[in-house]
């Protein structure tokens, strides 16, 4: 066991103790898994969710004698990503092969780009909060090394252990239906800002790129699916020293929120090593989501230990100076361009901006407003009781059971005065729980507010009755006192009552 594994948990140092006597520097690696139809080399589709090694082929197994060929929508969501990215395109670049033995390669060789990448020395620019709600936030330009195409691997699922690992499985089964599918790794430069925001402007980085993704329709990015996976690298030098420190690689982190904790620890704990005289090993390391900690994988290869060398099956790919200035032109609004119209549009403040952001209901909210609602209203339902839902449920917001037609039709049923507050969030929580549409939930609840004069006027009555002592107090001109002839009327009515007629309905008959 190394020094680097001895430290307990429960004594590491507080980040702020860490970053007192040392920088972080980080770089990320990110994986995207693009939306093609089809696999990266061969006509195998990319659908998810089909049986075990149902979707493959000779050429993504491997098999002898099978040719690849470029799928060309992968290239070309490759260009999109450089574009956005700001890098230059290459004039001309090749794959290679990056050999090492995984089960999970059936070909023992993964298709890459090496030293010529597609898309080469962009940055993309993020925003980190303020210190404080007042404070302006600040903004960090992310050097973006490379973009580069490659082919993702298998998937191996360890049987008949406690951790789902390969340690203390019986046995491995192997399915290749995702061996080949596109992906595009984005790999930062050096990172390099105060040490006290490194973990928050990891997890922007991570969040910007994800919108800038989805804004390219090239992928979904859904981190809890795999669509996306970050590789977070993190150093420490001493405070003052330039020279970077000994790396490792926390490997696959599925969240943006746990981006942001992996780095964190991961500086907590070198931090510890590195005070105890100990050594940082160069290693790629676990992320585990329940107890926030990181531990030991496996030895990280130098890039030579890859033995890359050129892929002799696939020609150069020359992408022409035309094509590229022509996908340049179907490049959607930037996300942070898109957000500061959105904002100045919805009226919004940047701290409503924030959490809108952050549960990803922009693009939700952004719909329910096209669909007839308010951004008031629409920004309430689903920062309220759709995000609660969704929570609950361990789902995405999009995929909670409601759609932004539903809660526009919601809004629209309150603005006609037919629900009140109450009784739209009974009509929510039917949409959520499958009970149909929003008109079908009322219907079927009997949710409808009462507006009728006679209905209302008899409960109206009722609650005067009983309550004399407050009727006296209206009659005398206290109209502070209708309020609680209000709630007595809406109790009656098992809060379904026109709150503003009872109002009207009871001043009439008190004489107020």
């Known amino acids: 066991m190394t020094t680097a594994e001895r430290v307990n948990p429960s004594s590491l140092p507080g980040f702020d103790d860490a970053i007192a006597r040392f920088e972080p520097v980080m770089g990320m690696e990110v994986h995207v898994e693009l939306g093609t139809a089809t696999k990266m080399f061969c006509g195998c589709s990319t659908e998810f969710g089909g049986d075990p090694n149902s979707q493959v082929c000779p050429v993504c197994l491997g098999l002898p004698g099978s040719l690849p060929v470029v799928n060309g929508t992968a290239v070309e969501s490759a260009i999109c990503i450089g574009l956005a990215l700001n890098c ?18 059936p070909k023992n060789f993964q298709v890459s780009q090496y030293d010529e990448p597609i898309a080469f020395d962009g940055w993309l620019d993020v925003t980190v909060p303020g210190a404080d709600a007042t404070a302006e936030p600040d903004v960090y330009r992310i050097g973006i090394e490379r973009a580069h195409m490659e082919e993702d691997t298998g998937k191996s699922l360890h049987v008949g252990g406690a951790t789902g690992r390969i340690h203390g499985a019986s046995h491995s089964l192997l399915d290749y239906n995702r061996s080949g599918i596109p992906l595009i790794e984005i790999v930062t430069k050096p990172i390099e800002v105060p040490p006290a925001v490194a973990p928050a402007v990891a997890r922007a980085y991570v969040t910007e790129l994800r919108e800038l993704i989805k804004a390219l329709a090239v992928s979904e990015a859904r981190m809890e699916l795999g669509q996306m996976r970050c590789d977070a690298n993190v150093s420490l030098r001493p405070v003052g020293t330039t020279a970077f420190g000994t ?22 704990r070198q931090a510890a090593v590195l005070t105890e005289g100990g050594s940082i090993v160069q290693e790629t390391r676990h992320w585990h989501e329940d107890t926030g900690e990181t531990t030991a994988g496996r030895a990280k290869e130098e890039a030579e230990d890859y033995r890359y060398f050129p892929e002799p099956d696939l020609v150069p790919i020359a992408p022409s100076r035309e094509w590229v200035e022509q996908l340049r032109t179907t490049l959607p609004e930037p996300p942070a361009a898109r957000r500061a119209r959105l904002q100045a549009e919805w009226g919004f403040t940047d701290l409503e901006m924030r959490d809108v952001v952050n549960a990803g209901a922009m693009p939700l909210i952004e719909a329910t407003i096209t669909a007839g609602a308010d951004a008031a209203g629409a920004k309430k339902w689903w920062l309220g009781e759709i995000s609660r839902t969704a929570n609950e449920r361990g789902t995405a917001l999009e995929d909670a059971g409601i759609t932004p037609a539903d809660v526009a039709r919601v809004e629209e049923l309150v603005a006609a005065g037919s629900l009140n507050d109450k009784l739209a969030r009974q009509v929510v929580e039917g949409v959520l729980a499958g009970e149909g549409a929003p008109d079908v939930v009322v219907e079927a609840r009997g949710l409808a507010v009462v507006s009728d004069d006679s209905a209302l006027g008899a409960a109206v009555d009722d609650a005067i009755a009983a309550n004399p002592d407050v009727a006296e107090k209206i009659r005398g001109g206290n109209m502070g006192a209708v309020g609680a002839i209000i709630g007595s009327v809406m109790k009656a009515t098992q809060g379904q009552a026109d709150a503003k007629r009872a109002r009207e309905l009871i001043i009439e008959r008190l004489g107020g």
């Open 88 to 105: 230059d395109i290459a004039e001309w670049c090749r794959f290679a092969r990056k050999n090492y033995f995984y089960p999970d390669m």
């Open 247 to 268: 790396r490792t690689e926390t490997k696959n982190v599925n969240s943006m929120r746990s981006v942001e904790r992996a780095v964190t620890y991961e500086v907590r």
